[in-house]
């Protein structure tokens, strides 16, 4: 969780320092999603995320200095600078991308678990996005067939109350988004994200459930955004006051209280913070130094080869 | 005449076609609280109200239907995509349905609505969102397409959009919005007709025909080019569909040379159509083939130094008018 939060400081002050540029959105305040998703996942398992993807991407064991340098689009980051932040991509570690047309990657993900059932792998497909996006066409044809064909992926609904400027009540009708997963035949859940420990036993009984067989979940969790939306949103739309009571659930504090109030001396964690930030200070520092993206890799790579080489 | 942005010019066509009728509102992605996600919009909400100024869910499909839906009833939607890049998704409503409806109901259904929003490239903001869409729409027979490249065309061809009595798609441009430019004073009520070009600058020696973001870019070269005795006459065609190509002829005629100059791709679209029509209506004056600067035919990189190299740069322009000018 710190590494995150410390790649994504460092990432907002290279961008306010022009070495990162378009759009940067920063999953600060969300941490104890992805780090309690990868702790539940297999290897093997297919993970799909929009653009606000460096918490998956990290917490999944991308190296900090091969994300850096793909949002600093150097020829060393991990999509050798074509991507940039909203298009991290570890196909080793079968994070399948970011992605950042709103709604577009769920069916991705509902194709990924067909793939699954049809060679008979056991690998589960974790697919998560906003609630912004569960009123769009393609949430609702994905959730359809996954629901249909009993398909092992588990649909992930990051609450963080808003979709860029607007908040939930001004984009559906519903409270609670959970009740969805009931037009699609398949189970619902919700709960709050800010504790690592509960999303991580949460999350995990929906990836068992598609793993034996038993189909997709929608999972909605409750979470919140301490920063804009992106690095150009002011976030005017809420109010101080609400963002402070939020900070109060920052997930790296609940988490730390907890550890502390297990007999883990401080001392030792201050350790780790040390550790991590001289982590991102040398992915910093590789990023920057770091040959840019390559032409010739640009005119080789808009299609895949046929000779398969 | 007084000078104002590109984005304001455009927010005071929508200020006053809204003031004319009634019938015209604005719905969209954060239109109304948010003052739109690139300022477009801004006041709208303040004067016109939820009732005419709507926020929307993330549902591009669904809204650019119900503004469809609205105006084969008698309405006048002005739809927002808050870039072109997400009207795909509202792909199937816009050609299916908005295009079809007017001959399919042997012309007693009339769909007079505006989609408008941000076209093409930005800043770094990688493949899925630099679209350039113009190729997309042009093809479709039942729309109008325009692409201003000025504040004075921005306004009074959007005043047009919303009084027309057919679906206009409207290409803005995200690195177009901070242009000032010469517009009418307030009061003056101009409309531009839609399928009219305009001539941009006057030059002797070689046609440029250029229109959106590039346009800028290619006034700068022609100074470069007038510099070194190259004077470019450079024509805009404001509108991609219907296009009029009656003063890049009559240019051509003159100067025995041509160079489009776009940001879309280089296979087919408006630049391709160009090239074919003045071959055509224009073959016994030329005396060298039609050229194209055009975006490389690749996905957008994210990376800036190749982003540059992908968009149309002053020395290409400068390349290809020497080409065509046999100058070195
Ligand atoms: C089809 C489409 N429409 C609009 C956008 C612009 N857009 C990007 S993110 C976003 C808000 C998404 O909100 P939410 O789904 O809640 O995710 P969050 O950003 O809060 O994580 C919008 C409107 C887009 N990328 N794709
Ligand atoms: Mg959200």
């Known amino acids: 969780m710190m590494v995150i939060r410390r790649f994504e400081e460092e990432a907002a002050r290279n961008y306010a320092k022009g070495k990162i540029g378009g759009f940067l959105h920063l999953y600060i305040g969300?941490?104890?999603?992805?780090?309690?998703?990868?702790?539940v996942l297999e290897d093997r398992d297919y993970i799909f995320q929009t653009y606000r993807d460096h918490g998956i991407a990290l917490a999944r064991g991308m190296a900090a200095n091969v994300a850096m340098a793909e949002l600093f689009g150097k020829d060393t980051g991990c999509s050798r600078g074509f991507g940039g932040s909203m298009h991290l991509f570890d196909v080793e570690r079968g994070f399948l991308g970011g992605w950042a047309i709103v709604g577009g990657h769920l069916a991705l993900a509902a194709g990924t678990a067909?793939?699954?059932?049809?060679?008979?792998?056991?690998?589960?497909?974790?697919?998560?996005?906003?609630?912004?996006?569960?009123?769009?066409?393609?949430?609702?044809?994905?959730?359809?067939?996954?629901?249909?064909?009993?398909?092992?992926?588990?649909?992930?609904?990051?609450?963080?109350?808003?979709?860029?400027?607007?908040?939930?009540?001004?984009?559906?009708?519903?409270?609670?988004?959970?009740?969805?997963?009931k037009g699609y035949g398949m189970p619902g859940d919700r709960f709050e994200g800010h504790d690592v420990a509960v999303v991580q036993e949460r999350l995990a009984k929906a990836v068992d459930r598609a793993r034996s067989g038993g189909g997709p979940t929608f999972v909605e969790i409750q979470t919140y955004?301490?920063?804009?939306?992106?690095?150009?949103?002011?976030?005017?739309?809420?109010?101080?006051?609400?963002?402070?009571?939020?900070?109060?659930?920052?997930?790296?504090?609940?988490?730390?209280?907890k550890l502390m109030g297990l007999g883990i001396d401080e001392n030792s964690?201050?350790?780790?913070?040390?550790?991590?930030?001289?982590?991102?200070?040398?992915?910093?520092?590789?990023?920057d130094e770091s040959a840019p993206a390559l032409e010739d890799v640009m005119m080789s790579t808009v299609l895949a080869r046929e000779d398969g080489a | 005449m007084r000078e104002i942005r590109y984005r304001e010019a455009l927010r005071e066509a929508m200020f006053e076609e809204m003031e004319r009728d009634e019938s015209v509102f604005l719905m969209g992605e954060e239109v109304g609280h948010y003052q739109g996600a690139y300022k477009v919009s801004e006041g709208l909400l303040e004067k016109y109200g939820e009732r005419r100024v709507i926020d929307?869910?993330?549902?591009?499909?669904?809204?650019?239907?119900?503004g469809i839906g609205a105006a084969m009833v008698g309405l006048r939607p002005i739809i927002e995509f808050m870039t072109w890049n997400f009207s795909f998704?509202?792909?199937?409503?816009?050609?299916?349905?908005a295009?079809?409806?007017?001959?399919?109901?042997?012309?007693?259904?009339?769909?007079?609505?505006?989609?408008?929003?941000?076209?093409?490239?930005?800043?770094?903001?990688?493949?899925?969102?630099?679209?350039?869409?113009?190729?997309?729409?042009?093809?479709?027979?039942?729309?109008?397409?325009?692409?201003?490249?000025t504040p004075r065309d921005a306004k009074g061809l959007l005043k047009s959009a919303i009084r027309s009595n057919n679906p206009v798609i409207f290409l803005e441009g995200e690195t177009l919005y901070g242009v000032k430019g010469e517009v009418p004073d307030e009061g003056v009520d101009e409309l531009i007709p839609i399928g009219e070009s305009r001539l941009a600058r006057a030059g002797a020696d070689c046609t440029i025909v250029t229109w959106g973001r590039p346009y800028y870019t290619v006034l700068a070269a022609a100074e470069k080019l007038a510099a070194e005795g190259i004077e470019c006459e450079v024509i805009d065609p404001r509108t991609l569909r219907p296009l009029d190509t009656e003063l890049m002829v009559q240019s051509v005629k003159k100067t025995n040379r041509c160079v489009v100059v776009h940001e879309h791709w280089p296979y087919g679209g408006p630049g391709a159509e160009i090239v074919d029509r003045l071959q055509r209506e224009a073959f016994d004056h030329l005396d060298a083939p039609l050229e194209r600067v055009t975006g490389l035919d690749v996905s957008m990189p994210y990376a800036s130094n190749l982003e540059d190299k992908v968009l149309p740069t002053e020395e290409r322009v400068i390349d290809a008018v020497k080409r065509v000018s046999y100058a070195k």
């Not at chain 1, 969300?30 to 702790?39: D, G, H, P, W, Y």
């Not at chain 1, 804009?228 to 730390?256: C, F, N, W």
């Not at chain 1, 201050?270 to 520092?285: F, N």
Request: aromatic fraction near 8%; include cysteine.
């Open chain 1, 225 to 257: 955004r301490f920063r804009g939306h992106s690095m150009s949103d002011p976030a005017k739309y809420r109010s101080r006051t609400e963002l402070e009571q939020r900070k109060q659930q920052d997930p790296i504090v609940v988490v730390r209280e």
């Open chain 2, 56 to 66: 929307t869910p993330i549902a591009e499909a669904g809204f650019a239907g119900v």
């Open chain 1, 30 to 39: 969300q941490e104890a999603i992805a780090v309690a998703a990868a702790e």
């Open chain 2, 99 to 149: 295009a079809k409806v007017h001959q399919m109901s042997a012309g007693k259904i009339q769909v007079p609505i505006v989609f408008r929003g941000p076209n093409g490239a930005a800043k770094q903001v990688a493949s899925q969102h630099s679209h350039s869409v113009a190729p997309f729409y042009t093809h479709i027979p039942g729309l109008h397409v325009i692409q201003p490249s």
């Open chain 1, 269 to 287: 964690l201050d350790d780790i913070d040390i550790e991590v930030d001289e982590e991102i200070d040398a992915a910093v520092r590789f990023a």
């Open chain 1, 114 to 181: 067909f793939k699954s059932k049809y060679a008979g792998e056991d690998r589960v497909t974790i697919c998560f996005f906003g609630e912004g996006s569960t009123n769009i066409g393609g949430f609702h044809e994905a959730m359809s067939l996954a629901g249909l064909w009993k398909l092992p992926v588990v649909f992930v609904c990051e609450n963080n109350q808003y979709a860029m400027g607007t908040p939930l009540e001004r984009t559906s009708p519903l409270k609670d988004l959970s009740i969805k997963a």
């Open chain 2, 89 to 97: 998704v509202a792909f199937d409503q816009i050609i299916s349905n």
